[in-house]
């Protein structure tokens, strides 16, 4: 910590980046959840035409993210983490605002698009914060309570927003993004009384493009964030289209934002525990408990494509997710730990960069099976991200073998 700053810095910052990453993710999630309604014009039913339109408008946000997020972790590596979290909040705030006054495809499709530039700049320059400021045997702690402020925030928003599906008519839909654009301002209002009138908010660096390359393009950094981009490619697809699909099969809406709402509950009890597990028994074995959790998941998922709803696959689905819910907090942490802090955030962005490319390519590719087989397009799809999140974490394994090995025979 620098000797001019006051002593409660690191506490404040991360107490400031804990809740602007609440109140933007409950944005984003409040808008997403409503977001194929807002587009098609009414809010239940989909067919293969209405998944094409509304894949590509939700594609272009991560594709704006993954263009773009690479350059605003190089931004907050050189001009400080929160002028570029403070600039990405007031862009998605009014990216949100412009939305509720058009369904134009084409100019909801531009707002999507700048609306990814901001979420990758708020999101690569919050982990740095939580990066440096988090001591290292409490990192997997930290991150553990940045990941539960960031999902409650998200599941909050979405139970929200599909209850909103049922409560309001679909003309009233562009209240919900005023909304959430409001929940934005209110996220940027508490960062700045919690930061304001400190040195530390706006820390310069020495910049070295050659140091930021070789932070980035590293076989154990990739090897973390690879993961990733597997992972979103199941859940950028759940984000968009859950809400309509699930009031198409006959499930009410406020059933949906009841039980988002104790996943929620859930998240923000077991985050901190499984990040703080996570410092204790080590990054890597936390994160081979979630990889087992997502791949029963895909399982179980498959199984209720075909079977519906049973009681008992929906009581393993479950389980299955409190154990993927492993993987984040030790994921975060580990990705902090090969850090350093001159290119932190740059590091950070490639996690980022991971989960938005990750996006993408799943809804062109669940969209796709979708469309040419049906059912059996759905189960080829988790089966692939069961069978390359298996894969990628047995590479993570022996890459940490073989250094374990190698630091023996020194």
Known sequence: MDESEPPDAPKRELRAVLG????????????????ASYILGRSQGLDTGSVGLVGLIAALSPIGEFSTVLASGLAADRYGRFPVLRLGMVVAAAALAVASFSRSPWLLGSLNLIFGVASGAILASSLAVVGDRA???ERGREMGLFDAMNLLGWILGFAIGFGLLDAVPNDSLPWVFRLGSAALVAGLAFTLASVTGSAFVARKVVFDLSRVRAAVLRRDVLSVVLPW???????????????????????????????????????????????HL????????LMSVGTVGFVL???IAALLANFGAQPVLLGAAGVSILLALAYGPAALAALADLSESLTRATTMAVYTLMISLGMILGLAASTGLFAALGTTGLDLF??????AL???????????RRARVAGAMV
């Open 20 to 35: 602007a990453t609440f109140f933007v993710r409950f944005g984003f999630g409040l808008t997403v959840s409503v977001f």
């Open 135 to 137: 001591k290292a045997t």
């Open 229 to 275: 981009l597997v992972i979103y490619m199941l859940i950028g697809t759940a984000f968009v289209f859950l809400g309509t699909a699930s009031t198409g099969a006959g499930l009410p809406a406020r059933y949906l934002a009841a039980l988002i709402g104790g996943g929620g509950l859930v998240l923000l009890a077991t985050q901190p525990y499984l990040g």
């Open 278 to 285: 996570a410092d204790r028994f080590g990054r890597f074995r």
């Open 297 to 299: 998941l895909m399982v």
């Open 382 to 387: 988790f089966g692939a991200i069961g069978a």
């Open 390 to 400: 298996v894969a990628l974490t047995l590479l993570r394994y022996r890459d940490l």
